[in-house]
């Protein structure tokens, strides 16, 4: 007996991706306020194997800067969009439609081989994004039973020419967190507050505290602008570069700040952007912004 019979049409496995496409959405909205709002735990942190939090601050949570949930995010409305749509489609026009679905599921796969590798290099499972990945093979085994349950479908040719503006839209979509996380918020950056006195990035320095970090992370990125000129005062150890240490001092999220006795102890830590608030917690130092 067959594990999945489809319907003549496929027009009721397009509703039920549909379905896990909208679950699908309101996990990815969870993962990209989790990102932004940046806590030092999640809902979803088990133990340090199973944490949320630690594979958000790893520099695989990112992708051009932009958070990865985000594209997930978009992905999946973009996707639930084309899946009601093309439940109203018959003839030619179905079968294009659930072409670009199987083709968008392929898609989707080739990048969760990629994420998942990602949690296996860093020996961390993200719950939740687990569900999405399960959500993921389900909806890619219910397409590919649709799709080959017609004897003749379009070529590629034809399905991306008949779904161009789709094509394009799904760009369009995707471009915009690229620009907002890589110019828009670039451009605002000269309104900042930023660290204008050297004395206080050489009190930091001085007092132990070194900053762990990796070249192309945007949060790295982003403590740096915080400190402006006076970056040349902070020790700053390239995760990418000094791979070793890095993975001694067991840093697993970026950037990462830690603290170091003269007898060079670790004796304090704190992981992923530092607000001069809390600096102001953290270290009695000169005034920050006094020039």
Same mark, same amino acid.
């Given at each position: 007996?067959?594990?999945?019979?489809?319907?003549?049409?496929?027009?009721?496995?397009l509703?039920?991706?549909?379905?896990?496409?909208?679950?699908?959405?309101?996990?990815?909205?969870?993962?990209?306020?989790d990102?932004?709002?940046?806590?030092?735990?999640?809902?979803?942190?088990? !133990?340090?194997?199973?944490?949320?939090?630690?594979?958000?601050?790893?520099?695989?949570s990112?992708?051009?800067?932009?958070?990865?949930?985000?594209?997930?995010?978009?992905?999946?409305?973009?996707?639930?969009?084309?899946l009601?749509? !093309?439940? @109203?489609?018959? !003839?030619? @026009?179905?079968?294009?439609?659930?072409?670009?679905?199987?083709?968008?599921?392929?898609?989707?796969?080739?990048?969760?081989?990629?994420?998942?590798?990602a949690e296996i290099?860093?020996?961390?499972?993200?719950?939740?994004?687990?569900?999405?990945?399960?959500? @993921?093979?389900?909806?890619?085994?219910?397409?590919w039973k649709?799709?080959?349950?017609?004897?003749?479908?379009?070529?590629?040719?034809?399905?991306?020419?008949?779904l161009?503006?789709?094509?394009?839209?799904?760009?369009?979509?995707?471009?915009?967190?690229?620009v907002?996380f890589?110019?828009t918020i670039?451009?605002?950056?000269?309104?900042?507050?930023?660290v204008?006195n050297?004395?206080?990035?050489?009190?930091?320095?001085h007092?132990g505290?070194?900053?762990?970090?990796l070249?192309?992370?945007?949060?790295?990125?982003k @403590?740096?602008?915080?400190?402006?000129?006076?970056?040349?005062?902070i020790?700053?150890?390239?995760?990418?570069?000094?791979?070793?240490v890095?993975k001694?001092?067991q840093?697993?999220?970026?950037?990462t700040?830690?603290?170091?006795?003269?007898? !060079?102890?670790?004796?304090?830590?704190?992981?992923?952007f530092?607000?001069l608030?809390t600096?102001?917690?953290?270290?009695?130092?000169?005034?920050?912004?006094k020039i």
């Amino acid at each position: 007996m067959a594990l999945f019979v489809v319907s003549s049409s496929g027009r009721k496995e397009l509703l039920i991706l549909s379905f896990i496409g909208f679950l699908c959405m309101f996990v990815s909205i969870y993962l990209v306020y989790d990102h932004i709002k940046d806590e030092e735990a999640s809902f979803c942190d088990v !133990g340090s194997h199973i944490s949320c939090s630690k594979v958000r601050r790893s520099i695989f949570s990112e992708l051009f800067h932009v958070p990865i949930a985000i594209f997930g995010l978009l992905f999946h409305i973009f996707l639930i969009l084309v899946l009601l749509v !093309g439940i @109203q489609m018959s !003839g030619k @026009q179905l079968k294009c439609y659930i072409a670009f679905i199987f083709y968008m599921n392929v898609f989707g796969v080739a990048f969760i081989v990629y994420l998942v590798c990602a949690e296996i290099y860093l020996s961390a499972l993200c719950p939740f994004c687990t569900v999405l990945h399960v959500a @993921q093979l389900i909806s890619m085994y219910i397409i590919w039973k649709v799709y080959n349950s017609y004897s003749s479908m379009p070529s590629l040719y034809e399905v991306l020419w008949e779904l161009r503006v789709w094509i394009l839209f799904f760009g369009c979509i995707n471009f915009v967190p690229m620009v907002y996380f890589n110019v828009t918020i670039d451009l605002s950056v000269e309104d900042e507050v930023v660290v204008l006195n050297e004395d206080f990035a050489t009190c930091l320095t001085h007092s132990g505290w070194r900053f762990y970090g990796l070249a192309n992370c945007g949060w790295c990125a982003k @403590q740096k602008r915080l400190f402006g000129s006076t970056m040349k005062r902070i020790i700053f150890i390239d995760c990418a570069e000094n791979k070793d240490v890095c993975k001694e001092k067991q840093v697993d999220a970026y950037p990462t700040w830690i603290k170091f006795d003269e007898d !060079g102890n670790e004796t304090n830590r704190w992981k992923g952007f530092v607000s001069l608030e809390t600096w102001d917690i953290l270290e009695d130092c000169p005034d920050p912004l006094k020039i």
